[in-house]
T-cell receptor
């Protein structure tokens, strides 16, 4: 049981390049989330998927797209990277039941846009 | 805007002392959670307290919740150097499965 996995761990892009961050979970969770973490800002929600086949915008969705490929996988795409997207990106998942919403986090992807 | 505001932003104590971190939030919640993040790692869930609970314990952790003041505190007793990490509160607002995180408290425990 690997939990939540993310690839790649590190990435350097030039402004305007595109890339996809991959996330997968093997816990049969129904909800998945993408966050970015910047110094002094905590975690900010980019997009989330409450269930397979649905996606919704979070607090900072501009410049990103997501795909909930199946129940296990939730990818985040940067179509045209900008230096402002330099950040650490975390994927998380939840098995939503009653009012207990513990999130399980992946190890993160550290992205630098030059 | 973020739901949770944490205080202090940084805390430095000696091993054996207690560490207290505070979190304030703005809207009604289902529950409030505390997470820990070691440098360069993902977040790990520590403890959850529901809106109808006032206090909860887990090992050396004690969490309180005051919904009338919209605030929570995390107490780590008898701290250890291994407790050095950033600690985040996260609120689960009513009506949704999302979590909204505060900026975190950076705790340093010196041996």
């Amino acid at each position: 049981n690997a939990g939540v996995t993310q690839t790649p761990k590190f990435q350097v892009l030039k402004t305007g390049q595109s890339m996809t961050l991959q996330c997968a979970q093997d816990m049969n969770h129904n909800s998945m989330y993408w966050y970015r973490q910047d110094p002094g800002m905590g975690l900010r929600l980019i997009y989330y998927s409450a269930s397979e086949g649905t996606t919704d915008k979070g607090e900072v969705p501009n410049g990103y797209n997501v795909s909930r490929l199946n129940k296990r996988e939730f990818s985040l795409r940067l179509e045209s990277a900008a230096p402002s997207q330099t950040s650490v990106y975390f994927c998380a998942s939840i098995l939503v039941k009653s009012s207990y919403n513990e999130q399980f986090f992946g190890p993160g992807t550290r992205l630098t846009v030059l | 805007s973020q739901q949770g505001e944490e205080d202090p932003q940084a805390l430095s104590i000696q091993e054996g002392e207690n560490a207290t971190m505070n979190c304030s939030y703005k809207t009604s919640i289902n529950n409030l959670q505390w997470y820990r993040q070691n440098s360069g790692r993902g977040l790990v869930h520590l403890i959850l307290i529901r809106s109808n609970e006032r206090e909860k314990h887990s090992g050396r952790l004690r969490v309180t919740l005051d919904t009338s003041k919209k605030s929570s505190s995390l107490l780590i007793t008898a701290s250890r150097a291994a407790d050095t990490a950033s600690y985040f509160c996260a609120t689960n607002p009513l009506g949704g499965g999302k979590l909204i995180f505060g900026q975190g408290t950076e705790l340093s425990v010196k041996p």
